[in-house]
């Protein structure tokens, strides 16, 4: 089997470097602030960022290959450049949708990681093979590498935007991301050898590297200017991401405002702002949380995760996995051995269980709230 003899263009290679460092900006930042959005603008955005990250995928990877150098001709299966394109974006798009529809704990965030991973190697593998007039032969250390490598700085990517919704996190997992989606092509090639294949695919229409670069060119110009659309945000966003801006929902400090502390819930299907101080508890339901207050019961978008870590710097208590309680609106706290439950002022409310791991802490906390307003 005689190999061909491959060059690369640097210029196109710093491009392609390029185009995955804009798409991973424009996904990430596209998901930001989404627990304050309606259903359908959240599902669009999610849409559109699998778009972005997964269209950066695959516009890195031929923008890379467009400056591939053989001594023969060579062409693009149609359907096949197609595939590729389309099993990243469901890939990517399956992350996110983990990402924001599922309790986001570490593992979430590091199986969405992963599954990105496997997009970037699904994307990489399934382009390769649409080549005709000539057929990628790979090496078992090029593709142990790329995969490990793409798994694992696609985790790491994921795990630093996602794990604390900051501007620099943003940044920070974009870089990442681009380094993941570049490392991954550039060591799968390196460890790829070419032979001359004078069959054609049947499988779809055949497409000449002219054809392919106006594609490219196109989509890559969509990004570019989505992630100009999506950076005016930064700019008129208020206050240092370092602490939490004001007016960005992602940190706890957004319930602080002019208006006073409060919780984006939704009524008959219209927006609604509860003021902390009228929140008797928090319950877990599904993916989405209630609000109780002393008159009704509202739905809320939060997950249960982020309703304790935008709640709890307030002073809510978590009773339980699945509650968080206002200690100011408990009139008693109640134990039978191993289970206790807090019963609140309106005594239409149902009670809030506390678990077993934290009857002491809770009772403590209770109490010693009860001397502080005793003691004023």
Known sequence: MEFLNVTHSSYLIAMSCVVALVAGFTGLSLTRDLSEKPMFQKKAAIALAAIALGGGIWAMHFVAMLGLKMPVLFYYDAAITLVSALSAILLVGAALILLHFAERTPTIIAAAGGIVGVGILAMHYIGMAGLELCRAVYTPSGVILSSIVAVGLCVLAFGIAYGQRTNRNIVLGTACFAVAVCSVHFLAVAGTNFVSEPNTSDFGPSMSNETLALGVIFFSFVIFGACLWVSVTYLVSHGDDEKGSSQDPEHPETLQGAAGRQIPCERDGSKVFVRLDDVSF???????????????????????????????????????????????????????????????????????????SKLKVIQDELASQVGAARAQ
């Open 282 to 356: 928090v319950r877990a339901d599904g993916h989405y949380t209630q609000i109780y207050t002393e008159s009704e019961r509202l739905f809320c978008a939060w997950p249960i995760t982020e309703a304790s870590k935008r709640l709890l710097p307030f002073g809510f208590l978590q009773t339980h996995r699945s509650y968080l309680v206002n200690p100011s609106r408990v009139s008693r706290f109640e134990r039978t051995k191993d289970k206790g439950r807090c019963i609140f002022v309106a005594e239409d409310l149902p009670p809030a269980p506390v678990s077993r």
